[in-house]
């Protein structure tokens, strides 16, 4: 079993839904959490962090963290063309390396 | 501010051969970690330097060595190249342990053919 798991997708919504991207992870110790934006070649995109349990908003986007389920999501509103991208989970040990999850494409229509 | 930048962005070499990858980390970081993303998966991490010192290591073998520079800039070296070892190399840097987030360049394309 992988440390994280996240569904690679693809995923394709229409313009202006509402996306939902999971992640499970299989450690407790996890304390910082993060999700980074990738677009085709080029480097992974600091979008989101969270530092235990909890909710924090930036804008069109929500990250929630459920440490008892080990379960953390990203929600994008009104989703854009612009958001067409590979999103990517990622936590943090305490040696501070990131896990990363496999990265769900995501594929929003005008 | 200049982020993290990496050099070169492309690179092809024959199996067998040795490569020397660079980052130059965002200002005000000192810890640079490297990673591997193969086409399709999220990146895989490689090694970390701060101080000058590899602190924390992947799974990868000893083929892999870095190295961190007094100005915090830092080169990945890949000896006895295989055709697996094609991939994106990315370097991140970050304050300390991280617990601010890391920031990516874009990445070294290597190609062994």
């Known amino acids: 079993q992988k440390e994280v798991e996240q569904d690679p997708g693809p995923l394709s919504v229409p313009e202006g839904a509402i996306v939902s991207l999971n992640c499970t992870y299989s450690?407790?110790?996890?304390?910082?959490f993060m999700w980074y934006r990738q677009y085709s070649r080029k480097g992974p995109e600091l979008l989101m962090y969270?530092?235990?349990?909890g909710n924090k908003e930036d804008g069109r986007f929500t990250a929630q963290v459920d440490k008892s389920s080990k379960y953390i999501s990203l929600f994008i509103r009104d989703s854009q063309p612009s958001d067409s991208a590979t999103y990517l989970c990622?936590?943090?040990?305490?040696?501070?390396?990131?896990?990363f999850g496999q990265g769900t494409e995501l594929s929003v229509k005008p | 501010d200049a982020g993290v930048t990496q050099s070169p962005t492309h690179l092809i070499k024959t199996r067998g051969q040795q490569v020397t990858l660079r980052c130059s980390p965002k200002?005000?970081?000192?810890?640079v970690s490297w990673y591997q993303q193969a086409l399709g998966q999220g990146p895989q991490f490689i090694f970390q330097?701060?101080?000058?010192?590899?602190?924390q290591r992947g799974n990868f073998p000893d083929r892999f060595s870095g190295h961190q520079f007094p100005n915090y800039s830092s080169e990945l070296n890949v000896n006895a190249l295989l055709l697996g070892d094609s991939a994106l190399y990315l370097c991140?840097?970050?304050?300390?342990?991280?617990?601010?987030?890391?920031?990516f360049g874009s990445g070294t394309r290597l190609t062994v053919v």
């Open positions: 969270t530092y235990s349990s």
């Open positions: 991140a840097s970050s304050s300390g342990r991280g617990n601010y987030g890391y920031t």
């Open positions: 990622a936590m943090k040990d305490q040696g501070g390396k990131l896990i």
């Open positions: 200002s005000g970081h000192d810890t």
């Open positions: 330097y701060y101080e000058e010192e590899e602190r």
């Open positions: 450690n407790s110790a996890f304390q910082y």
